[in-house]
């Protein structure tokens, strides 16, 4: 189980970075609401990532909490 849960939160972390990242480059660029936007596009293209790579993972090995 803890296999599957550091890589879960590696997934986390990289995506709260790079969500951050996207912040600060759009909004330094164009304005606070353009980074806010996205930001949360950001989040929600990995969160979409990460529930396709749990339907590709065999059933065996998905975290369970």
Same mark, same amino acid.
């Given at each position: 189980?803890?296999?599957?849960?550091? +890589?879960?939160? *590696?997934?986390? !972390?990289?995506? !709260?970075? =790079? $969500?951050? %990242?996207?912040?600060?480059? #759009?909004?330094?660029?164009? =304005?606070?609401?353009?980074?806010?936007?996205?930001?949360?596009?950001? !989040?929600?293209?990995? #969160? $979409?990532?990460? !529930? $396709?790579?749990? $339907? *590709?993972? +065999?059933?065996?090995?998905? +975290?369970? %909490?």
């Amino acid at each position: 189980m803890a296999g599957a849960v550091v +890589p879960s939160i *590696l997934f986390a !972390l990289f995506a !709260l970075f =790079s $969500a951050a %990242g996207a912040y600060l480059i #759009a909004s330094h660029a164009r =304005s606070r609401a353009a980074g806010i936007v996205a930001a949360l596009l950001t !989040l929600f293209f990995f #969160a $979409a990532l990460f !529930l $396709a790579l749990l $339907a *590709l993972m +065999p059933q065996g090995t998905l +975290p369970t %909490g």
